[in-house]
């Protein structure tokens, strides 16, 4: 089993910032044979000792968050984490181990907030995002605000619904025809 400075070493050493979020299929490909066997420890419980410092919550975090996401993407396996790693962020965040951790790599204790159906913590998020991450969370904040907007609309991540096997409204299908997401962030910049 990997250990948190194995997955730090590769997600904030080898991948970094220009990767964490490019979506490339060979590092998704990289990412399950590297560690889905270690998501799937993480997921049966075994991962619980990197809870007790900022650097392996950290390191959890990235692994039911992110690495999911990448590992299983288009599938309702992606989001099978969350809940952990909503619980693990909030309570990492509690204990300010966030603010232990610099920039940018922080905002991988917010995302889980990010990444929840549930307004409060997408309120949450922005507000981190706008607090915690002063050097570099205006990257991030536009995201922040798209994914609020998105919950307030509609409770939920119309995008995910052919994942999860969950039927469209009418509404959540025409906003995904007119341009969903990338839309959203064009009309929020406009805004702003």
Not at 1 to 9: F, Q, S, V, Y
Not at 77 to 89: H, L, T, Y
Not at 158 to 173: C, D, F, G, K, M
């Amino acid at each position: 089993m990997a250990n948190p400075e194995t997955i730090l070493n590769f997600w904030i050493d080898e991948v970094g910032p220009s990767g964490w979020y490019s979506g490339e299929d060979a590092l998704n490909a990289e990412i399950r044979d590297k560690f889905e066997d270690d998501w799937n420890k993480a997921m049966a419980g075994s991962c619980g000792l990197w809870l007790t410092s900022p650097q392996g919550a950290l390191a959890y975090l990235i692994l039911v968050d992110q690495f999911p996401r990448n590992m299983f993407k288009g599938t309702g396996k992606s989001f099978a984490s969350d809940r952990q790693a909503r619980a693990a962020a909030k309570t990492a965040i509690a204990r300010k181990w966030d603010l232990r951790i610099p920039e940018p790599q922080r905002q991988f204790f917010y995302m889980p907030l990010m990444h929840s159906e549930n307004l409060i913590d997408q309120d949450r998020a922005v507000r981190l995002f706008l607090t915690r991450m002063p050097e570099t969370g205006e990257q991030n904040l536009p995201h922040a605000r798209a994914h609020r907007e998105i919950i307030r609309r509609f409770g939920r991540f119309p995008t995910r619904n052919a994942a999860l096997a969950r039927s469209s409204t009418a509404a959540e299908q025409a906003w995904i025809d007119e341009g969903g997401y990338g839309r959203e962030l064009r009309e929020l910049a406009g805004a702003a």
